[in-house]
């Protein structure tokens, strides 16, 4: 069998387990979980694996399932990787109605193309002809929500990082892995759904911002208090001044809320809570406009005379996608999709830990136009069921097989070729750099 052959066996398969990887999706799509909480969805991929006949190992990350295919030498291992998180949403209309969890970021579909990828490999019999392993590997907390809980989890010792891979990482569940890939859904006006095979991202650093003043009666008194909010508010506005020093190409994003603001209206406010991002495209962009933003926030405590504790936690990195990586899945992309439903897509402003797996292995991450309405939005819908479910794990199965063909010499040659930013170990002590929020 030579490799088109094999190409078409696979496609064959996934096209016959049409219905079963579509149910997997709307299974997973009716019961949506947040980060680290993922329990039911990860015994819904702990299920599939064992009818697909796969051993696997838990635990990864708390809720994250592992599962290998051998080929037929094991020279190099790809993994594909799904995540399975939802969001909070709780204005959609299928939003768990006590978590307002809602999966309107495709994650569902990506286990769905995650089992279905596993399926056609397994059933095809293509893993006799491949030279390397493939890693299926369901993940959990791509979504950086709920940062409070998360750092309670961080406190107690049950995790190190927020973000599901960057925690794997951690645990070395990477360490036999050579490169790895995963699909995200995207919005899409084309009806025969496009393929976006996948640009860099911004990375960030997360923040949980405290002020501190001093209580008095707002109206009789308001000269023996000190307002932590009016303190956040200058805060907010010093950084809105460092507006103009942010350079286009660095794609800076400085977005906070306020999570307590005052507790009664004839209190003067004596504490105010926020959170945020600082995104920006690189690391040294990142940490360069991440201290200029700490001085404005606390310069805004300094005017009023308040106090301003900032505490930074480690958040996703740059995503670097590898471009001789990125051209072997572009070649297939076009093959399913056509040349001119085809894109490398521009630089995304958004973030995903898998930038934080980009900057230690090979990685390629691409956008599947298939839904219509707004991503993490109350009018996300799956549209276009072949794209997603059908068209976007053919590419990624041939992708593979392309990878890892005879001595998995492609996969083999991008690796060797690969210069890392970090070891698992660099990269461990860098993001303890960032971390001030547990010391």
Not at 115 to 144: I, N, Q, R, T
Not at 328 to 335: K, Q, T
Not at 391 to 409: N, Q
Request: with cysteine.
């Amino acid at each position: 069998m030579n490799k088109a052959e094999l190409k078409k066996r696979v496609r064959e398969v996934i096209r016959a387990r049409h219905d079963d990887i579509v149910r997997i999706g709307h299974d997973i799509f009716a019961e949506p979980e947040l980060g680290y909480k993922e329990r039911k969805t990860s015994a819904k991929v702990k299920a599939a694996f064992e009818k697909m006949g796969l051993e696997y190992t838990d635990g990864w990350g708390l809720t994250g399932v592992k599962a290998r295919l051998k080929g037929a030498k094991s020279r190099r291992t790809v993994a594909f990787l799904g995540e399975l998180d939802a969001i909070v949403c709780r204005q959609h209309p299928h939003a768990d109605k006590e978590t307002g969890a809602a999966h309107c970021c495709g994650h569902n579909v990506q286990i769905a193309n995650l089992l279905a990828v596993g399926m056609a490999l397994k059933e095809s019999g293509a893993m006799e002809h491949l030279g390397g392993d493939v890693v299926l590997f369901a993940v959990p907390a791509e979504e950086y929500v709920e940062i409070d809980y998360r750092n309670q989890l961080r406190r107690d010792g049950k995790i190190q990082y927020l973000g599901g891979k960057q925690q794997i990482l951690a645990e070395g569940g990477f360490d036999d892995v050579d490169m790895a890939m995963q699909m995200h859904v995207d919005s899409t006006k084309n009806p025969m759904g496009e393929f976006n095979v996948g640009p860099s991202s911004d990375g960030f650093i997360g923040k949980l911002i405290e002020y501190h003043g001093k209580a008095a009666h707002a109206a009789a008194a308001p000269d023996k208090g000190i307002n932590a909010l009016n303190a956040a508010m200058l805060g907010i506005m010093g950084v809105n001044a460092l507006r103009e020093t942010f350079r286009e190409q660095d794609y800076v994003r400085f977005h906070p809320i306020i999570n307590a603001g005052g507790d009664l209206v004839n209190v003067i406010p004596d504490f105010v809570a926020m959170e945020s991002y600082v995104r920006a495209a690189s690391v040294d962009a990142l940490m360069r406009y991440n201290n200029g933003i700490n001085r404005a926030l606390k310069a805004g405590a300094d005017a009023l005379g308040a106090t301003c504790d900032i505490a930074d936690i480690p958040g996703y990195l740059p995503l670097l996608p590898d471009e001789a990586f990125r051209n072997i899945m572009r070649e297939n992309a076009e093959a399913v999709f056509g040349k001119e439903n085809t894109t490398l897509g521009v630089h995304s402003a958004g973030s995903t830990d898998m930038g934080d797996i980009s900057h230690v292995m090979p990685v390629v991450h691409p956008w599947v136009g298939c839904v219509t309405g707004a991503l993490h939005g109350s009018d996300y819908v799956v549209s276009d069921e072949d794209t997603a479910y059908v068209k976007t794990p053919e590419v990624m199965a041939m992708t593979i097989i392309d990878l890892l063909w005879g001595d998995a010499e492609a996969a083999d040659k991008i690796c060797r070729e690969f210069k890392p930013v970090f070891t698992k170990e660099t990269y461990i002590e860098f993001q303890k750099k960032i971390d001030t929020a547990n010391k």
